[in-house]
């Protein structure tokens, strides 16, 4: 069946290609025993059957019996599935169900308990030994306001809700006592604040075997990063160790060994770990044994021994988080950017007054130790400060501006949420705090290849694809030196990909200030610190000059701080 981009993005379906279904069936058995008994197989959202498909031929291949169960909500991929199963695989029985997935499970809160004894028959809680599984990836938007909630509330869950979090609960409730799950979604819940609950529950109901995450690998037609979760529910908890493996390309320009593979299916079903080339890309593969750090956020660390002595010795060494000190902030949010931000004002007709006009820091110009010159972006701010108190500007005060404002009411009056919050048609929707951009402040983009910390004192104001963090006080101000050499440090670059494991495709990296805020610092007053502020200082002095000198005696000092030795390229 023909899929449109529409279908893809509002039912979330992307079918998982054969060899990446195999490879799943194959991770899923290699756990399972048999005990000769008939067991039921189930896909919640089977699509055309991919997933189904490959496990029964593994099945048949061991001599188990099985019953195949899949659900989907669309008919026309369920009939291509029964295609695909029935015919060619009649041995064992398959059931093809035309339901919503999420409705036939429920969850065993006490009072849904009632419901479930006394009402439902067809009820599937408990009786799967094996799933097999790629949910579809909807974000609540898309699912519709009323669906979202209504699943929320089903599933007890709050705030946003991504279709797979309730996948997962409903697959888990789904299973017996012992039996096996193998799912694919989404990687961002391994190393995201939001991902908690769900890591917490994943925690409370598995004993976790293994976790793939297959990062930037591309292996299917999907926007996000994909991992695969394998786990045996377990209500009694479980302190086995769980292994995980993982795998992006390697875009930091290693030179050194690599082995060859045939593909990165090659690369996924070796034993080895280390470098592999295949299709002219090189990758990076690493495993061990996941490290669950028993804190409310801890994001589970996929780190080779190695690479965990490494961080430890470098928390050991560090007095401060940065959170524990400053807070990190967003930006200004217009809603309207085109209409706020320009970088060729002078053209216009009607040129708003200059005092409204301010010196912008976005992403397209921000640079670690400089901005650039030729992108001189301005924002239209129609908002100061009055002793202390924060306003919207008078139009009348500006004719200018109310002209061009004017010229693009209705665009800025359809901006619903703030009309709602009886707030004036032409405000920004986040301004910040006017008085905020006169003080001294670290400034650095939300995505990037590499980081990009930059500091300011000649009173810019962020863009909101920027995070920033402001001195309040002169002595603030050394801080943020110091941060600013750790943050554009290769260790520290190094840091944030091991413990947030959060990269985009094409090695882009999130700076989340979630992120952020868990950078550790060394204590100030060491002498490691003092050289690193004042390498700063120099490299903050030097725009548009050479500066590989003093960035190669920033890694050394900033290795000093830590106690560990200097990174000279990132592999
Ligand atoms: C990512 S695709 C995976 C399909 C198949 N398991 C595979 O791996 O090829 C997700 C499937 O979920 C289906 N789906 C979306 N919402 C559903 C729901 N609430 N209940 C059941 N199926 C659903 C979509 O129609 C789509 O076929």
């Known amino acids: 069946m023909v899929k449109n981009n529409n279908l893809i993005k509002n039912t979330g379906a992307t079918f998982t290609p054969p060899r990446l279904a195999d490879y799943i069936s194959e991770k899923i058995l290699s756990y399972y025993q048999s005990d000769n008994q008939l067991i039921k197989v189930l896909d919640p959202a089977c699509g055309e059957g991919a997933l189904l498909s490959s496990i029964s031929k593994k099945l048949e291949n061991r001599n188990i019996k099985y019953e195949l169960i899949g659900f989907d909500s669309n008919i026309d991929f369920l009939n291509e599935a029964s295609l695909n199963l029935v015919s060619q695989y009649s041995k064992g029985p398959v059931s093809l169900i035309n339901k919503d997935f999420l409705k036939q499970v429920i969850p065993p809160s006490k009072q849904q308990k009632l419901f479930v004894d006394s009402i439902s028959t067809d009820c599937i809680n408990e009786t ?88 930037d690998t591309k292996l299917f037609d999907a926007a996000v990063l994909p991992a695969i979760f394998i786990g045996r529910k377990k209500t009694i908890k479980s302190n086995k160790k769980a292994y995980f493996v993982k795998i992006y390309e390697e875009l930091n320009g290693y030179s050194g060994p690599v082995k060859s593979a045939s593909d990165i299916y090659d690369v996924m079903a070796s034993k080895e770990k280390g470098y592999f080339e295949t299709d002219g890309k090189k990758y990076k593969k690493t495993s061990g044994v996941i490290k669950f750090i028993p804190s409310k956020d801890a994001t589970w660390a996929l780190l080779s021994n190695e690479e965990n002595a490494w961080i430890n010795k470098i928390n050991n060494a560090a007095t401060n988080l940065i959170g524990d000190l400053f807070k990190v902030r967003v930006g200004i949010k217009s809603t309207a950017d085109k209409i706020f931000i320009k970088d060729d004002w002078e053209s216009l007709e009607h040129v708003p007054e200059a005092v409204l006009l301010k010196d912008l820091i976005s992403q397209e110009n921000i640079d670690a130790w400089e901005i650039s010159t030729d992108k001189k972006l301005k924002v239209l701010y129609p908002h100061a400060t009055k002793n ?48 905020s951009w006169q003080k001294p402040k670290l400034i650095f983009p939300d995505i990037s290849t590499y980081p990009r910390f930059y500091f300011d004192e000649s009173k810019k104001i962020v863009n909101g694809n920027c995070y920033w963090i402001v001195a309040e006080t002169p002595e603030d101000v050394n801080y943020l030196l110091l941060i600013q050499g750790i943050a554009n440090s290769l260790l520290m670059t190094k840091y944030h990909s091991l413990m947030f494991n959060n990269k985009l495709y094409s090695g882009r990296r999130r700076y989340f200030s979630q992120y952020v805020e868990k950078y550790p610092l060394p204590d100030i007053n060491t002498a490691a610190s003092k050289k690193i502020v004042s390498i700063v200082k120099k490299l903050n002095n030097l725009q548009g000059k050479n500066k590989s000198k003093l960035i190669a005696d920033l890694e050394i000092s900033v290795a000093n701080a830590f106690g560990v030795e200097t990174i000279l390229n990132l592999d």
């Open 388 to 435: 202390g108190k924060k306003y919207t500007i008078n139009l009348e005060k500006f004719p200018a501006a109310a002209k061009y404002l004017e010229n693009h009411k209705e665009k800025l009056s359809s901006r619903k949420y703030l009309i709602d919050a009886g707030r004036k048609w032409y405000e920004l929707w986040v301004p910040q705090n006017p008085d």
């Open 128 to 215: 799967i030994d094996i799933i097999i599984a790629n949910p579809p990836y909807v974000r609540t938007q898309i699912l519709g306001a009323e669906y979202a909630q209504n699943i929320a509330k089903r599933f007890g869950l709050k705030g946003r809700v991504d279709l797979y979090y309730p996948f997962l609960m409903g697959m888990t409730y789904s299973l017996k006592e012992n039996g096996l799950l193998g799912v694919i979604t989404s990687n961002r819940y391994l190393s995201t604040k939001s991902g908690a609950s769900v890591r917490k529950f994943l925690k409370e109901q598995f004993e976790i075997l293994e976790i793939i995450d297959l990062g």
